[in-house]
């Protein structure tokens, strides 16, 4: 199975960075998501975010390849526990050859991302940080592997 994590956003801060590639590392090579940065649509004072976030939808559906199974990180999407995004890990395992996770910008994911998405993921009810949500995804699919391989790292 093959793992893309497409992220609205460049250039992020040195700690996301560092924590992301904490858990790449600890992945193994089927596991480990290719990070996509995405170009934030430009916002000004007098701009439209709307007009930004279809447009970073549209780059975002550009990325995407017809035979990925997409899953969108989205705050209306299901909550799962590490133990149940574990079990969605074995299904894509399973039976998704391409798996892409979607992380989109402040507004969040235009509705054509959404209408294309097989699934919908919500980290929490809570809203994070952008880069957070990086690591936040990067350590669960990390853990995910874990619980899978029954490794004591995920102590219930």
Excluded: C
């Excluded at 793992?3 to 924590?19: F, N, Q, S, Y």
């Excluded at 000004?44 to 007009?51: E, I, R, T």
């Excluded at 990180?73 to 399973?94: T, Y």
């Amino acid at each position: 199975m093959k793992i893309r994590l497409l992220v609205i956003g460049t250039r992020p801060e040195d700690w996301v960075r560092d924590a992301v590639s904490l858990y790449l590392d600890r992945l193994p090579a089927h596991l480990k998501p290719e990070l996509v940065d995405i170009p934030l649509s430009l916002r000004s004072s007098g701009g439209d975010p709307a007009v930004a976030k279809e447009k970073e939808g549209q780059r975002i559906l550009q990325r995407v390849r017809p035979g990925d199974f997409l899953v969108a990180l989205d705050e209306r999407g299901r909550g799962w526990s590490s133990v149940e995004l574990a079990r969605e890990v074995a299904r894509w395992q399973n039976h998704q050859p391409s798996v892409a996770l979607v992380i989109g910008g402040p507004e969040g994911l235009a509705g054509e991302v959404l209408a294309r998405a097989n699934q919908s993921w919500s980290l929490s009810a809570l809203t994070f940080p952008h880069g957070l949500a990086r690591v936040i995804v990067v350590e669960q699919l990390y853990r995910a592997w874990t619980i899978l391989q029954g490794h004591p790292y995920h102590k219930a």
